[in-house]
């Protein structure tokens, strides 16, 4: 279930109450007249079943309460109520697999600015993933592919694509094409000034590397994991699956690729520098074609799953008349 915390202006309130009293979707609902100071209004809350949940923000939009009010959406982890049982099972739709289009927009545009936070993130993970490579060491790899931030802005170009949100396209494609060359300027710097150290040195670039050497040799498998990662990341953005997005993180070698080509420029091998610049390419591009595929087909399944505007409102006024012990 989510739960959704409405600011309603009082010309809108009996037609938003009456909305959401006529969906089957909706349980929960409590109205606080004169509750809301700024902006100043009733306060209705509620609960949705996540499966009915585009439904109802399309209706609540469409009466212009995000632009007069205010819509503020909580994911309510554990409901104990024989009312919120009865609301998903007169919804159409699995709650596990529902896409709530503007919680996904919201989380993947927070993921998508170019921020300080970000660039220092994904430089730490690139350095770290230099080390790695130099040392031969994976662990150090995957510890780099778990720091790296960089799949906020791949889902936001997704979701912008799809949803031809723009403006989110627009950050998440600056986000990448200037975080990933920022990083591996500060790879490199790292890289000469370890070197003046005497931590590291050329040679260990060019030494078999038997754990590390697949970052700058892509082949069609580097294709294929980049594509299977991006269908796994995308269902775990949308169905908010934190685990499973750490295990695809860990599964794609866009951090190291990075820092590969860097310290390959910065030692000047060229043929390295240019194996691991492609095998970034190809992951990046692997990714976004499996999220684009994988929301597109998320989107025309709901649109199969969930029944006409008109039909649902036949089928919930007819479940209304019936006797309590009869609904599913």
Partial sequence: ???????????LSDAVVQTLSANGAVAHLAVLPGAARRPAGDV????????GANAVLEQLRGLGVDHEGAITID??????????????????????????????????????RLSATYLVLLAVATVIAAVGVLLDQP???VGAMVVGPEFGPLAGLCVGLVQRRWALLRRSAVALAVGFPVAMAATAAATWAM?????????????????TDFIWRPDALSWIVGFLAGIAGMVSVTSARS????????????????????????YGVA???????????INLAAIVAAGVLTLTVQRLWWQRVRPPARLRAFTVARRREQPVGTVR
């Fill in 139 to 141: 662990i150090l790899v």
């Fill in 243 to 266: 685990g499973a997005l750490i295990g695809v993180l860990i599964s794609v070698t866009t951090v190291p690729a990075a820092a590969n080509a860097a310290v390959a420029a910065a």
């Fill in 195 to 211: 070197t003046a150290a005497g931590l590291v040195d050329r040679s260990m670039l060019l030494a078999a590397r038997p754990l």
């Fill in 271 to 281: 043929d390295e520098a240019w194996g691991s610049a492609l095998q970034l390419l």
């Fill in 75 to 112: 994911d309510a982890a554990v409901t104990l109520s024989d009312a919120a049982h009865r609301a998903a099972a007169r919804t159409p739709g699995t709650g596990v697999d529902a896409v709530v289009w503007e919680e996904i927009e919201h989380r993947t545009g927070q993921e998508t």
């Fill in 44 to 51: 209705v809350l509620c609960d949705v079943a996540r499966e």
């Fill in 1 to 11: 279930m989510l739960h959704l915390r409405l600011i309603i202006p009082p010309h």
